[in-house]
């Protein structure tokens, strides 16, 4: 019978509940039992896929499809393993197995309600993932903060389980915040205390309080916290900031998290740290750095590119450099012709994913400039799109050239709508979607960095190359060297020339773990190293010049 680790958030949102659920299970993993992690969202959503970055977060995609929290991408760059589509679980998806069931019949004769109709058809979907991956535990996070509406029928279902399956196999893990006022010099315990209160209100006790803050928690504050939340002290855990998130679990075990874990579920077996230490020890800072420019339209929130932070930690762990991202909003360099200028100062140019015209042309400009200066560019999805379109106006002279999204009646549709997505009218989860083969052609660059003819990427876009462009772009220097669905889609693009000018219709981060970087990601970062190093040695020379 596998068992469920419940985590929780208190106080406020944000909090990392996503990095201590990814630890903890990580831990569990390292100690030989076999974890896996399940986020639910509160939210009425069917799924992630339609909903705005700077409300969400970016929408990360699983393998068959899946588009979901980006929390689901944590959990696999910790466990170094795939998730799917069942890994998130939201309102929407619960309420509407239920209102199908009773338009089937399902339920005749009954009052259909929150209790118990839809706190069962929540287990039932826990359960079924449980038992359909095979864990040991599986660790269930609560996307919201204890208190929220939305989560009551979630946090009602754990009740419930606590009750059926009973406390051996059933954990609760609270996570909350300790503030710190700068005027007062203490770590405050009262907003975890009201924290728990509200959970005994709705039935539930915590099991393992883990408290957040800016720096490590006080054994008095611990030994505080404990006495009014009914925890043991042993049971109220430290989890202050750190440097990398790959430290965090390190950092947890070393509080002794495990402990109570283990003794209340009956777990054996000790964390074999070895391994991870040495994965996140390589994202220690290590003096060197190169410089990213990442134009974007969602520049202000970093969780809208989470995935692509990570895949560039990654290859700056694998190339020992420490990354330092410079947010360019896109619709700014569209306003001022003269901030692209800027970018030649950077050591690299990123531009990611993206929908709509919002920001486009500043997108395309900064293209140009990576390519006429010589910077080292990777283009993503959108990112890719736009980099033809580029090359096609600046390059090929192809004036009005753009992409049919954002100009249905452009002379050159270089990039073009999907044929299969003609006839679509429903938004949410009908792109193309998910896992597909991509096979790489030789000799190209693309062939030296991975090394092999067919590779395994994810996707999620509904515009693609107009391949009737195809023979003028290769006569002119811009190469297309991986395709996909029997030739039909192309995937990865190089510019012959250049340090490095690259892009994939393919999303390379979603794919990317600590233990493996995404190698295009890492052949990026090295060209970055080597003008960063270009950089310095000019820099040298100029200060040795006579005066």
């Known amino acids: 019978m596998p068992k469920y680790l419940f985590v929780t958030g208190g106080v406020m949102s944000g909090l990392g509940k996503g990095i201590i659920t990814s630890s903890v299970a990580k831990l569990l993993q390292l100690s030989g039992v076999r974890a896996s992690c399940l986020k639910i969202d509160p939210y009425l959503n069917f799924d992630a896929g339609t909903m705005n970055p700077y409300t969400h977060g970016e929408v990360f995609v699983t393998d068959d499809g899946g588009e979901t929290d980006m929390d689901i991408g944590n959990y696999e760059r910790f466990l170094d393993r795939d998730m799917t589509r069942a890994n998130n679980i939201t309102t929407g998806q619960v309420y509407k197995k239920v209102i199908d069931d009773e338009r089937k019949g399902r339920f005749l004769g009954k009052s259909v309600q929150i209790i118990p109709h839809v706190t069962d058809e929540i287990k039932r979907m826990i359960r079924d993932l449980a038992a359909k991956e095979r864990v040991d535990v599986l660790v269930v996070e609560c996307g919201g903060t ?61 099991d393992v309080i883990v408290i957040r803050g800016s720096r490590a928690l006080p054994a008095d504050a611990k030994e505080k916290i404990a006495l009014f939340t009914s925890v043991s002290a042993e049971s109220v855990v430290s989890d202050p900031d750190v440097s990398s998130i790959y430290l965090v679990p390190r950092l947890l075990e070393r509080e002794g998290v495990l402990k109570p874990i283990r003794r209340q579920l009956g777990l054996r077996g000790k964390a074999e740290m070895r391994g991870w230490n040495s994965v996140a020890d390589a994202f220690r800072e290590h003096g060197s750095a190169v410089r990213i420019a990442m134009v974007g339209k969602y520049a202000n929130l970093a969780d809208s590119y989470v995935s692509v932070n990570q895949a560039l930690a990654h290859a700056g762990a694998a190339n020992r450099v420490d990354v330092r991202i410079s947010w360019i909003e896109s619709e700014e360099t569209e306003r001022d012709g003269s901030k692209l200028g800027l970018i030649d100062a950077y050591d690299g140019v990123v531009i990611p994913q993206g929908f709509g015209g919002r920001g486009i042309e500043g997108k395309i400009a900064a293209a140009d400039r990576a390519r006429v200066a010589g910077v080292p560019f990777l283009g993503l999805c959108y990112g890719f799109q736009l980099a033809s379109v580029s090359f096609a106006r600046n390059v090929l002279g192809l004036k009005g050239a753009n992409t049919t999204e954002v100009d249905p009646r452009t002379p050159y549709p270089v990039i073009d709508l999907l044929p299969e997505q003609r006839k679509v009218t429903d938004l949410g989860g009908t792109m193309r979607l998910g896992g597909h083969d991509v096979y790489i052609e030789k000799p190209s660059r693309a062939f030296d960095i991975y090394g092999k003819g067919k590779i395994r990427e994810r996707h999620r876009h509904r515009f693609e190359l107009n391949q009737e462009y195809l023979k003028r772009f290769e006569e002119n220097g811009m190469r297309y060297t991986a395709f996909s669905d029997d030739h039909r889609r192309a995937e990865i693009m190089e510019l012959e020339g250049h340090p490095f000018y690259m892009g994939t219709q393919y999303h390379p981060e979603y794919v990317s773990r600590p233990e493996e970087p995404e190698p295009i990601y890492v052949a990026f970062l090295k060209a970055c190293v080597e003008r960063a190093q270009e950089h310095g040695r000019r820099r040298e020379k100029a200060m040795a010049l006579p005066r």
Do not use: C, N, Y
């Open 146 to 206: 204890v208190g929220d509406i939305e989560s009551l029928p979630f946090l009602e279902a754990f009740r419930q389980m606590r009750m059926e399956d009973g406390p051996a196999k059933t954990l609760f893990l609270h996570v909350s915040l300790a503030p710190e006022l700068s005027v007062v010099g203490e770590m405050k315990t009262k907003p975890t205390q009201h924290s728990v209160q509200e959970m005994r209100r709705i039935g539930v006790q915590p």
